[in-house]
């Protein structure tokens, strides 16, 4: 009772203080500004940064509540790296990735079933009553696993180094991916196995299977990153994608027709997975049935060779300046302005085998995933996220020439999951900068386990929707399997542990989300939800607020009580402050869970000066018809502003002029709705000008509560009188005239001199004295070509820096 009085005690004096701080930060406030500012979070990104606690952000920017995890076998009780699971009515199987060992589930706790001869297990798939494993190493092979635990060789191959995948065929046949030959092997019931495709120098090792309706089989690859199709009955491939990412991790086979393909490229990984959320809340296809984030009780699809359905419908895949500032020296500047395994087996196997160690020309490690330096971005042949396939070379064991089959549309960095229809087009339906490591289909959806954030997404490709399921403790989830009753087992390595997602979903979750900052010392005003809830399920608020970004520290106040969403404004109650945050709790009922779809919070901080950054002025000849050619003396001066404002106030502007040897201020255009304007230089003499600029938020704020900010431009040259030419003589020499004179500028410098004879449109340049035309004087002399007999009229033009132009003629007869 002592303790808890000291707490209360603790607690009412953290109120004192916090009470005393907000009274003081009132006082303190200038006057807040009229225009109240906002946060919108609508999309993934804008949900990004937020933590979640047995919720999830989709791909749509919906925030709900992910599924029910419990995590059966915790890192100390199981292998460092689990590289498959079978989960099936006949229980649930784990392999090592580390070591060669078989485990059974078993009350919760992984129990020996079997050391089948190798060094690690890679793969496992059920046969009837008993379990098929591929291993690695020293005895690599595939082996018959019985339910007492009983080992039995299948077969073997000297060669072969790795066995990195099995599938189930009709009739008895088994399907092995190999390394490091880079060969798919079909093996009979005898155990008699013949090459059915090999890689060549393709690739090192084919590390993932899946097989179709029609007698197809698809294989995966690393080294090219190669998706090829191999004709069971023909015993011949084609590549019919060449990924961009060096490595094919996982196959889907897709109901109907096509196949889903993963890639697990190393070097399009983020060091912590991070992933850059969508910024665009973009909709979804009209065809497509509501959000679905958490649907509970997905059954695992028909083997392919039952499924009748149709494929479902696919996703469309001269002065110029920045001016200075007017004030002092020294004086700080203002902020700137915010301004789905597809198989006739019984269970699927796992997409992706993880050793820890393996010779050099094996692909890398487990959570390493195996890549190379992605490939260079292919043409697009076809409209955006589709291209065409090619036919790919027939394989029958000989080595394959450089592939040339379908590639992917150029991408962003990170791996992707494609789908390569039945027509051979290839459409992009995710991509994060993880490694894709595992993927099973589920109810139509894909499932896929990634590394290295460890995390569990949901794609549901025809809804254009990606939901992260879970995001678990371990770098990586490298095995999945669908349960027999409808729960996905997932299991991981680096930390290797075992894990149900349930079917329903989670009772409770909360969002937190990240301290927004308003910058300033702000007041809340009120948080609006567009949510969707039904059959009782319930959506509350809280906040808090402080003045420092690290949200735990104490100075910050308390979180409010919980309010109700229930479709009105709820004020902030939390004390005023310039950092905020947001906590919404989910409680579902009766399976159905609140989806929030938008979430914006209302809040005003004092009036803050507008900034003027800049300030352009460039001559031009061209006035306010922007249509005519920018030709001639150039007496405008187009005016470009750069300012913001932190209120996001509309800003008025003034613009004042004056000579640089005078005192007073000239206004030549006021209160300008837009930073722009084109000065007629021509109102007033020649010289040397500066303009002042001043910038203020008064169309959004009160009389007297306006603020301004001033800029001074760079020094802006008036020249509209045209140079002349001084002591012009002539005198013929034989045939010719030679002409002598002076080019002459008062405010800017010659830029050009030339002459014409009797009126010709041609006028021949003249080099001054010096051979350079740089200053306000320039002498020259030149000599006419041959003349006529006659009288003749020699014009020389001189042209200064803004185009104006001064003729004078001579008249000499010969």
């Known amino acids: 009772m002592e303790k808890t009085g000291n707490m209360k005690i603790n607690t009412n004096r953290r109120m004192v203080a916090g009470g005393l701080m907000t009274a003081v930060l009132l006082a303190c406030m200038p006057a807040l500004g009229v225009r109240p500012a906002a946060w919108n979070h609508t999309s993934e990104a804008d949900f990004a940064q937020g933590k979640t606690e047995a919720t999830v952000v989709t791909s749509q920017g919906e925030l709900t509540l992910g599924r029910e995890m419990t995590v059966v076998v915790k890192a100390d009780d199981a292998p460092a790296v689990v590289s498959a699971v079978v989960g099936d009515g006949k229980g649930v199987f784990v392999a090592a990735g580390d070591k060669n060992i078989v485990y059974r589930l078993e009350k919760d706790k992984l129990v020996e079933l079997a050391r089948p001869p190798g060094t690690i297990v890679t793969c496992l798939v059920r046969s009837g009553k008993d379990l098929l494993a591929g291993t690695g190493g020293k005895g690599a092979g595939v082996y018959r696993i019985d339910p007492a635990g009983k080992v039995a060789k299948i077969w073997t191959d000297p060669k072969v180094l790795y066995v990195w995948a099995l599938e189930n065929g009709p009739d008895g046949t088994l399907y092995a991916a190999t390394g490091n030959e880079g060969k798919v092997f079909a093996i009979d019931k005898a155990g008699k196995a013949s090459v059915l495709w090999e890689a060549g120098e393709l690739a090192k090792n084919v590390l993932c299977l899946a097989r179709a309706e029609g007698g197809l089989l698809y294989a995966g690859t690393d080294t090219e990153?190669?998706?090829?199709?191999?004709?069971?009955?023909?015993?011949?491939?084609?590549?019919?994608?060449?990924a961009t990412e060096k490595e094919i991790a996982a196959l889907a086979v897709r109901p109907g027709g096509g196949v889903y393909a993963a890639t697990a490229d190393l070097a399009k990984v983020a060091s912590d997975g991070a992933t850059p959320p969508s910024t665009e809340r973009a909709g979804r296809p009209a065809t497509a049935s509501a959000s679905k984030p958490a649907k509970p009780a997905p059954k695992a699809d028909a083997p392919a060779a039952e499924k009748k359905d149709a494929p479902t419908t696919q996703p469309a895949g001269g002065d110029a300046s920045g001016g200075r500032p007017s004030a002092p020296a020294g004086k700080p500047a203002p902020?700137?302005?915010?301004?789905?395994?597809?198989?006739?087996?019984?269970?699927?196997?796992?997409?992706?085998?993880?050793?820890?160690?393996?010779?050099?020309?094996?692909?890398?490690?487990?959570?390493?995933?195996?890549?190379?330096?992605?490939?260079?971005?292919?043409?697009?042949?076809?409209?955006?996220?589709?291209?065409?396939?090619?036919?790919?070379?027939?394989?029958?064991?000989?080595?394959?020439?450089?592939?040339?089959?379908?590639?992917?549309?150029?991408?962003?960095?990170?791996?992707?999951?494609?789908?390569?229809?039945?027509?051979?087009?290839?459409?992009?339906?995710?991509?994060?900068?993880?490694?894709?490591?595992?993927?099973?289909?589920?109810d139509g959806r894909l499932i896929v386990g990634t590394g290295n954030a460890g995390a569990v997404y949901t794609i549901d490709p025809d809804a254009e929707e990606i939901v992260q399921l879970a995001d678990t403790e371990a770098k990586a989830v490298?095995?999945?399997?669908?349960?027999?009753?409808?729960?996905?087992?997932?299991?991981?390595?680096?930390?290797?542990?075992?894990?149900?997602?349930?079917?329903?979903?989670?009772?409770?979750?909360?969002?937190?989300?990240?301290?927004?900052?308003?910058?300033?010392?702000?007041?809340?005003?009120?948080?609006?939800?567009?949510?969707?809830?039904?059959?009782?399920?319930?959506?509350?608020?809280?906040?808090?607020?402080?003045?420092?970004?690290?949200?735990?520290?104490?100075?910050?106040?308390?979180?409010?009580?919980?309010?109700?969403?229930?479709?009105?404004?709820?004020?902030?109650?939390?004390?005023?402050?310039?950092?905020?945050?947001?906590?919404?709790?989910?409680?579902?009922?009766?399976?159905?869970?609140?989806?929030?779809?938008?979430?914006?919070?209302?809040?005003?901080?004092?009036?803050?000066?507008?900034?003027?950054?800049?300030?352009?002025?460039?001559?031009s000849a061209r006035g306010a018809d922007q249509s005519l050619k920018d030709i001639g003396p150039k007496?405008?001066?187009?005016?470009?502003?750069?300012?913001?404002?932190?209120?996001?106030?509309?800003?008025?502007?003034?613009?004042?002029?004056?000579?640089?040897?005078?005192?007073?201020?000239?206004?030549?255009?006021?209160?300008?709705?837009?930073?722009?304007?084109?000065?007629?230089?021509?109102?007033?003499?020649?010289?040397?000008?500066?303009?002042?600029?001043?910038?203020?938020?008064?169309?959004?704020?009160?009389?007297?509560?306006?603020?301004?900010?001033?800029?001074?431009?760079?020094?802006?040259?008036?020249?509209?009188?045209?140079?002349?030419?001084?002591?012009?003589?002539?005198?013929l020499d034989g045939n010719k005239a030679s002409l002598r004179g002076t080019a002459n500028e008062a405010v800017s410098r010659i830029t050009a001199i030339h002459y014409s004879v009797d009126g010709n449109d041609e006028w021949t340049a003249v080099l001054p004295a010096d051979g350079i035309c740089d200053s306000q004087k320039e002498s020259f002399s030149f000599q006419t070509e041959d003349l006529e007999k006659g009288t003749h009229v020699i014009t020389v033009r001189v042209t200064d820096l803004y185009e104006n132009t001064g003729y004078t003629t001579v008249t000499v007869t010969r």
């Open 635 to 731: 007496v405008y001066r187009h005016v470009m502003i750069r300012a913001g404002d932190g209120n996001q106030d509309q800003l008025a502007f003034d613009i004042e002029c004056r000579r640089l040897d005078q005192q007073a201020w000239v206004k030549i255009a006021k209160k300008l709705a837009e930073p722009r304007y084109i000065w007629d230089t021509r109102t007033v003499g020649d010289g040397v000008y500066e303009l002042r600029i001043t910038a203020n938020d008064s169309p959004n704020n009160p009389p007297g509560q306006a603020l301004e900010a001033v800029r001074l431009s760079e020094p802006v040259v008036v020249d509209n009188s045209a140079p002349t030419v001084g002591d012009l003589a002539a005198k």
């Open 335 to 442: 902020a700137k302005p915010a301004g789905e395994v597809g198989a006739p087996a019984a269970a699927p196997a796992a997409a992706v085998r993880l050793p820890t160690t393996r010779p050099a020309a094996e692909p890398q490690s487990a959570t390493a995933s195996r890549s190379a330096a992605p490939a260079a971005p292919k043409p697009v042949p076809t409209r955006p996220g589709m291209v065409i396939v090619r036919q790919g070379p027939p394989a029958g064991g000989a080595p394959a020439p450089q592939p040339q089959g379908a590639q992917p549309p150029a991408q962003q960095a990170g791996n992707a999951v494609y789908l390569i229809d039945k027509d051979g087009l290839v459409h992009t339906v995710f991509r994060r900068p993880v490694a894709i490591l595992s993927m099973i289909r589920l």
């Open 225 to 242: 990153g190669l998706v090829v199709e191999i004709d069971l009955a023909r015993k011949a491939g084609r590549i019919v994608l060449d």
């Open 478 to 619: 490298t095995a999945l399997a669908a349960g027999a009753d409808g729960r996905i087992i997932l299991g991981t390595s680096n930390r290797g542990s075992l894990a149900h997602l349930g079917t329903g979903v989670a009772a409770k979750g909360t969002f937190t989300s990240t301290a927004l900052d308003a910058a300033q010392i702000a007041r809340w005003g009120t948080v609006q939800l567009t949510a969707h809830m039904e059959g009782g399920a319930k959506l509350t608020l809280a906040t808090r607020s402080g003045n420092v970004a690290k949200v735990d520290d104490k100075t910050w106040s308390s979180w409010s009580n919980e309010q109700a969403v229930n479709g009105d404004f709820l004020a902030v109650t939390s004390p005023p402050g310039r950092f905020l945050q947001y906590r919404l709790t989910f409680q579902s009922a009766g399976g159905k869970a609140p989806i929030v779809r938008q979430l914006q919070v209302i809040y005003q901080t004092a009036n803050l000066p507008p900034e003027v950054s800049g300030v352009m002025v460039m001559p």
